[in-house]
C-alpha cells in the first residue's frame, strides 16, 4: 500500500499510482469565497460550456462579509447573481469556510477537494485530499469537475508522547515547521502518525493536515 495521497488518487483513476506520475482526476467538491470567486466566474464564463455538476460547487461568504465598502458589495452581488443564475445549491455566508467545509459533510475521507484558498489542505485532517487551487483553473473544472495534478511525494512525521500542559496542536506544528523550513515540504503532501495524532481530539488534529 502506498502513501494516502497515492492511495486516494489510486482509488480515482482506477489503477495503482505513484509519486511523480501526472494524471486526471474527478473532483468531489470544488470550493471558492467571496474573495475568489469572481475569477472564477470569469473563466466559467470564457469557457462558455455548461456547469457539468452544480451539486459539487460549493461558494462562501467569509473574508469581507457583511461587505466593508461597495466594491465588496458589488462583486458580492455579482456573485449571488450567478448563483441565482445557476440555481447552485450550496451557498454559505456563516462561518470560515474550510470550518463550514467540514460541518456541513462535504468533507469525507477519499475526498478530492479544490479550494479557491491556501488553506484548503486543511481537508487533510479527516483523511481528504484538499488542494489549494488558482481561481482561473476552478472556474474550467466548474465545466468538468476533472482536473489534473501530480502526485506528490510524501514527508512522513512522527509524532510521539504527550504536549506539556499549554501547548496546543498548533504549537507543534510550527515546531514541525521549524525543523522543515520554509521550503522542507514544498510541492510534498505530509502524513502524521504516532502516539499523540493518535490521541489528539480532533480540533487539535485539524492543523496537521
Not at 187 to 203: N, T
Amino acid at each position: 500500500m502506498g502513501t494516502l495521497v497515492e492511495e486516494i488518487f489510486s482509488r480515482k483513476v482506477g489503477h495503482e499510482v505513484q509519486a511523480g506520475e501526472i494524471l486526471f482526476s474527478d473532483i468531489d467538491f470544488m470550493m471558492t469565497h467571496d474573495n475568489t470567486s469572481p475569477l472564477a466566474i470569469k473563466a466559467f464564463r470564457d469557457v462558455g460550456k455548461p456547469i457539468y455538476d452544480k451539486n459539487r460547487i460549493v461558494i462562501h461568504f467569509d473574508h469581507a462579509y457583511p461587505a466593508p465598502n461597495l466594491k465588496a458589495a458589488e462583486a458580492q452581488k455579482n456573485i449571488t447573481d450567478f448563483i441565482k443564475e445557476h440555481d447552485l445549491p450550496n451557498f454559505f455566508h456563516q462561518g470560515i469556510c474550510h470550518q463550514v467545509m467540514i460541518e456541513e459533510g462535504f468533507v469525507k475521507p477519499g475526498h478530492v477537494i479544490i479550494g479557491g484558498d491556501s488553506h484548503s489542505n486543511t481537508y487533510g485532517a479527516f483523511a481528504a485530499l484538499g488542494v489549494g487551487f488558482g481561481s482561473t483553473e476552478i472556474g474550467v473544472a466548474w465545466c468538468t469537475a476533472k482536473t489534473w495534478f501530480r502526485v506528490p511525494e510524501t514527508v512522513h512525521v512522527v509524532l510521539n508522547g504527550a504536549p506539556q500542559p499549554g501547548v496546543t496542536g498548533k504549537d507543534i506544528m510550527l515546531a514541525v515547521l521549524g525543523k522543515l523550513g520554509a521550503t522542507g515540504a514544498r510541492g510534498k503532501s505530509m502524513e502524521f502518525s504516532g502516539s499523540y495524532i493518535s490521541s489528539a481530539p480532533m480540533h487539535e488534529r485539524i492543523v496537521f493536515p
